[in-house]
């Protein structure tokens, strides 16, 4: 696989599982798979560990690994796992968002 993705295998899946992923969210499924593929291209991924604090200001995020736990805006409890994303701001915007179990 290395010889036909490049040196960079890990990233390539990552990329792989961050595209299938947001395919299945219904406003930026509209976008065609280049546009899509943009969309991965100036998203930035890291690695947070459990209790560290979600930086300001996130509009999107994708679950790649772990899981993340914070509060809507209505104060209900939000859980993301693998394979799941938040479209908007509000788990950023909180005071007590944080990874759970280290999360991607």
Do not use: N
């Amino acid at each position: 696989l290395k010889e036909v993705l490049g040196e960079d295998l890990a990233g390539c899946l990552e990329r792989s599982f961050m595209l299938s992923t947001l395919r299945r969210l219904p406003i930026i499924s509209q976008l065609s798979l280049a546009q899509l593929v943009r969309l991965v291209d100036v998203m930035e991924a890291g690695t947070y560990e459990a209790g560290a604090d979600i930086p300001p200001g996130l509009r999107l995020a994708v679950v790649i690994d772990g899981e993340l736990t914070g509060r809507d805006r209505d104060g209900k409890t939000v859980q993301l796992a693998r394979g799941t994303w938040h479209e908007d701001d509000c788990l950023a915007d909180m005071d007590d968002s944080s990874a759970a179990e280290g999360s991607r």
